[in-house]
């Protein structure tokens, strides 16, 4: 089993679409939880990253941790054709330097 | 130019043959990753440096050899290049702090290997 799962999709919406993306993990160790974006033949970049449990708001873009059920989601709402892009979730355990990385999810957003 | 860049950004070689991939960041991050990434794997570590002279194995260290004389230079090297090899190819590099969570990740290197 992977310490990482991650649907690889692919995802189609319409344009508007709340989407919601999810990965689980096996490591409790895990403390830092980030979503990269990558577009078509880009290095992935990071988007949002949470510290622990809870939620993170930036714009149109939630980030949401539930370190019991060890799940975590970014959600993102009125989505927008510029945002189809594979999106990575990766993790990190405090005071260490590599990140884990999941298989990442190809989302299309039709206009 | 600030950055990270990966040079060639493609390369076509055959079954055998040696293989160098650049890397070059000008933050001076002290760590510095190279990932592959492939459909159904996503990105996976292949060797990592924690600073100059410092490196050590990732996930599929294999076939693979890396060396970090200077702080901004990574270079990788596939010694005989074999059909599985053929990826796409990944630099990245991150700061020394408490947590390093974010990485700064090149443009990568589209290789296939005949």
């Known amino acids: 089993q992977k310490e990482v799962e991650q649907d690889p999709g692919p995802l189609s919406v319409p344009e508007g679409a709340i989407v919601s993306l999810n990965c689980t993990y096996s490591n409790s160790a895990f403390q830092y939880f980030m979503w990269y974006r990558q577009y078509s033949r880009k290095g992935p970049e990071l988007l949002m990253y949470?510290?622990?449990?809870g939620n993170k708001e930036d714009g149109r873009f939630t980030a949401q941790v539930d370190k019991s059920s060890k799940y975590i989601s970014l959600f993102i709402r009125d989505s927008q054709p510029s945002d189809s892009a594979t999106y990575l979730c990766?993790?990190?355990?405090?005071?260490?330097?590599?990140?884990?990385f999941g298989a990442g999810t190809r989302l299309f957003v039709k206009a | 130019d600030a950055g990270i860049t990966q040079s060639p950004r493609y390369k076509i070689t055959e079954t055998g043959r040696q293989v160098t991939l650049m890397c070059h960041q000008t933050?001076?991050?002290?760590?510095m990753f190279w990932y592959r990434q492939d459909l159904g794997h996503g990105l996976r570590l292949i060797y990592y440096s924690a600073a100059a002279d410092i490196t050590d194995k990732g996930e599929v260290p294999d076939g693979y050899v890396v060396s970090r004389s200077k702080t901004e230079n990574f270079p990788l090297t596939l010694e005989s290049a074999t059909r599985s090899q053929t990826s796409v190819y990944f630099c990245?590099?991150?700061?020394?702090?408490?947590?390093?969570?974010?990485?700064?990740f090149g443009p990568g290197t589209r290789l296939t290997v005949t």
């Open positions: 949470t510290y622990s449990s």
């Open positions: 990245a590099s991150s700061k020394r702090t408490e947590s390093s969570y974010e990485q700064y």
């Open positions: 933050w001076s991050h002290s760590y």
């Open positions: 990766a993790m990190l355990e405090t005071g260490g330097f590599k990140t884990i």
